[in-house]
């Protein structure tokens, strides 16, 4: 069966700096793969998505996250962090027929200023 | 465009009572889901729909667990008799038909059951 973990429950950056949240899946043939923001209150939004191809893939709000799949691992960066970018994140896999979206269990992360 | 919109946002309970949560998707989106997100934990899939069709329902605990779409468009997610454990945020997402990865969440639903 497929699953997401994300090594990190809480991370604390300091705004400017870079960020890197790690995520490690296990699935049985090429996963999609997805990366989630959650602030508080709101509703889950798509950052980015890897289906196939280039293996960095470049979301929105300035994020990008690198398939390695020697590593079984889907990391997310930020080069340089923003206050608003304090929130949770989520790494996601799903299988390429549409179904059975598993989630980690998310990471917060905190900005300082 | 109006976003996935659901409702209450907040709702307290005693166990064994019964409650409701509704969601309105967005307009064109034939795929509606409900998920459980329990606290510290990502979100779980309860049940997805295509149009009025139940088309995976097997994380749904069916023996207290319901879930409607009558007509296709919004959805009502009940629960009776609800247990301490089923506090959690139940969300909503929908997505254009055929387009799984791309689900647009609701703010959800915030329920303690006391």
């Known amino acids: 069966a497929q699953s997401v973990t994300q090594p990190d429950i809480h991370i604390t950056v300091s705004e400017g700096a870079s960020l890197e949240l790690r995520c490690n899946y296990s699935?049985?043939?090429?996963?999609?793969l997805f990366w989630y923001v959650q602030s508080p209150g709101q509703g889950l939004q798509l950052l980015l998505k890897?289906?196939?191809?280039?293996?960095l893939v470049q979301g929105i709000k300035g994020f990008e996250a690198e398939f390695k799949r020697s590593q079984s691992s889907f990391n997310l960066r930020k080069p340089s962090v923003h206050w608003s970018d304090a929130a949770e994140y989520f790494c996601?896999?799903?299988?390429?027929?549409?179904?059975?979206?598993?989630f980690g269990a998310g990471t917060r992360l905190t900005v300082k200023p | 465009e109006a976003g996935v919109v659901q409702s209450p946002r907040y709702k307290i309970i005693e166990k064994k009572q019964p409650v409701a949560f509704w969601c309105n998707p967005i307009?064109?989106?034939?795929?509606l889901y409900w998920y459980r997100q329990n606290l510290g934990q990502g979100p779980e899939l309860l049940i997805r729909?295509?149009?009025?069709?139940?088309?995976?329902d097997s994380q749904l605990p069916k023996d207290r667990f319901s879930a409607e779409r009558l007509k296709g468009v919004d959805s009502t997610l009940k629960i009776q008799p609800a247990e301490l454990g089923d506090s959690a945020v139940y969300l909503c997402?929908?997505?254009?038909?055929?387009?799984?990865?791309?689900?647009?969440f609701g703010p959800g639903t915030r329920l303690t059951v006391t």
């Open positions: 997402a929908s997505s254009l038909e055929g387009r799984t990865y791309e689900q647009y």
């Open positions: 699935y049985g043939a090429t996963p999609y």
């Open positions: 890897y289906f196939s191809g280039d293996t």
């Open positions: 996601a896999v799903g299988a390429p027929d549409g179904n059975d979206m598993r």
């Open positions: 307009s064109g989106h034939n795929t």
């Open positions: 729909y295509e149009n009025e069709e139940a088309v995976d």
